[in-house]
């Protein structure tokens, strides 16, 4: 048995998610934005969970967006974890009918078939083995048990990984990577039928910040807790000379014409159904009903002729 390379350094990520929670409701909008997205999608799903987990919940955005939403009367007890024990504490849900629990995404305290749902909204693309994470949370749900979860994407954080890389090359003639590696759409609907879901499904919502400067973008990310834990980062602290090389290169390279920067993040939004003998399954080959040429009204030539031959 293998063992996944580790990427982030866990112990350093509950170090900043402790740091960032007194004030991450001052930058949580993406989180906000993701699980305001993962409540429509429940909404049109016609079905009750009883109990549904809400992994590496932050804040409570998913809660607060649930307690708005019509989905709410369809969803019983609502299990909200993270990693990070200040967050729990500092979650502006508390007082909602709900639990709450410290837990890792990497080791889930749940058991088999425990769950009807489970959503997770921008915390799982730290986790070092993501298909090992995914196999968990399938266990964990019932048979045609639902899985939600939103992953940040390939492109978040374009401009400010191309200005780090540029900054550090030029003075130090070389550069360590400071921005995590993000998987893009294709690969996060692989990961779930790696993991063993069945009907998965993946899709993006590509959205523009725009800063005075880019410097305020580092501050947001510091609140969100959302900066390198990267294993393969430099032991040495960004020296200032290379970070302010790397905003005069944000700022020369993406600046629009109002002089703003932008930046871009990317969250991949991933459904996916735990096994169930109910569910749809693909035809087998030859068991169609129609013949191809039939659906498109055009007449079946035999292999290796030529039309008009």
């Known amino acids: 048995m293998t063992t996944a390379p580790l990427l982030f350094d866990r112990a350093l990520l509950r170090a900043r998610l402790d740091r960032a929670a007194p004030g991450f ?16 999608r429940l909404e049109a799903i016609l079905r009750e969970f009883p109990v549904a987990v809400d992994l590496g919940s932050r804040n409570g955005a998913f809660s607060r967006a649930l307690e708005a939403s019509d989905a709410r009367a369809k969803i019983g007890l609502v299990i909200e974890t993270d990693l990070s024990e ?12 709900g639990a709450r629990v410290i837990a890792d995404e990497e080791r889930l305290p749940f058991g088999d078939e425990t769950l009807d749902l489970a959503v997770s909204t921008l915390a799982l693309h730290w986790t070092n083995d993501l298909v090992g994470a995914l196999i ?9 048990g639902l ?4 992953l940040f994407g390939g492109a978040t954080l374009t401009e400010l990984r191309q200005a780090l890389l540029a900054a550090e090359d030029e003075i130090t003639g070389g550069a360590f990577p400071r921005v995590s590696p993000f998987a893009d759409t294709v690969d996060a609907a692989g990961l779930l039928q790696r993991a063993g879901f069945a009907l998965p ?7 523009k910040v725009r800063y005075a400067h880019p410097i305020a973008l580092l501050k947001d990310l510091r609140a969100m807790g959302e ?18 090389r790397a905003l005069e290169i944000y700022q020369e390279r993406f600046a629009e014409p109002d002089g703003r920067v932008p930046a871009t993040f990317e969250i991949i939004t991933v459904t996916g159904w735990a096994p169930h003998e109910r569910q749809q399954k693909p035809l087998r080959p030859g068991s ?18 030529k039309a008009g031959s």
């Open 25 to 40: 409701a001052a930058a949580d909008f993406l989180k906000v934005r993701a699980a305001e997205d993962a409540v429509l």
């Open 86 to 97: 200040r967050m729990l504490g500092a979650n502006s849900s508390r007082g909602r009918t």
């Open 136 to 144: 968990q949370i399938r266990r964990a749900l019932k048979p045609d």
């Open 147 to 150: 899985f939600v979860g939103a």
């Open 201 to 207: 499904v993946a899709d993006k919502d590509r959205v």
């Open 227 to 244: 900066t390198s834990v990267l294993f393969g980062r430099s032991r040495k602290p960004l020296s200032r000379r290379v970070l302010f």
């Open 288 to 305: 169609a009903k129609m013949r191809l040429a039939d659906a498109l009204g055009t007449v079946e030539q035999p292999a290796g002729d």
